[in-house]
């Protein structure tokens, strides 16, 4: 089932991040990324002149276990606090957190879909990556700077966000790995013994990461 981006609901979002929207502007979406393995549907929205990535979020649309559903809805409720978070941040921290620019998002509730709007990226991207190959070792280890970078700014500074339950939390690492597993049974570049090295790897890490977050 599709959740496709609701006009009214676009625009009032994006007004309250600022833009100026008339109510007669032109406004069209178009579904992309699919096949991609994405929890949530992602069109691109074009209003007036500007376009954006949205996404929509409908944990009820999603076939799966309760506990899974609910972690759909904190995954999505958790990107849209840290966004609004990162987006009032200034000067330097700013400047080291290489994010795409955020215009707006709700949360997912019993009676809506959750929505999260981005800058749009689609004209820069790769189209015949192989997503489940992975990506290159410097890339890797940028992702991890601006990990760090994220961490540092966070911890130092007296702006927080609701971060969510950790048994949420530690649902999702077990939710999201295992699928990345699944995903790489047929590929013939890993071999059955790597498959296994890495399945035990994660029920170790995440077993120690359940017992460090019981005593907390």
């Not at 990226?121 to 015949?128: E, G, H, Q, S, Y």
């Not at 649902?171 to 890993?190: N, S, Y």
């Amino acid at each position: 089932m599709e959740f496709a981006p609701k006009r009214e609901d676009i625009l009032a979002l994006l007004r309250e991040e600022g833009q100026q929207i008339s109510n007669d502007t032109a406004f069209s979406c178009t579904r992309i990324g699919e096949g991609k393995g994405f929890i949530s549907l992602i069109y691109k929205v074009t209003v007036a002149a500007s376009s954006y990535v949205v996404k929509i979020t409908n944990p009820r649309a999603f076939e799966g276990l309760p506990e899974e559903v609910n972690v759909i809805d904190k995954v999505h409720d958790r990107e849209v606090n840290f966004y609004r978070w990162a987006s009032k941040l200034s000067g330097n921290d700013k400047k080291e957190l290489k994010l795409p620019q955020f215009f707006g998002g709700r949360h997912c509730n019993e009676d809506q879909e959750g929505i999260f709007i981005m800058e749009d990226f689609t004209d820069r991207m790769v189209n015949d990556m192989d997503w489940l190959r992975g990506l290159r070792v410097d890339l890797v280890k940028e992702i991890l700077r601006s990990l760090a970078s994220y961490q540092s700014i966070y911890l130092r500074g007296d702006s927080k966000f609701p971060s969510g339950n950790k048994k949420a939390i530690n649902h999702a690492f077990g939710f999201f790995t295992k699928l990345q597993l699944d995903a790489m049974e047929d590929k013939p570049w890993i071999s059955e013994a790597e498959k296994r090295r890495d399945i035990n790897v994660f029920t170790k890490k995440k077993l120690n990461f359940q017992e460090s977050i019981r005593f907390r």
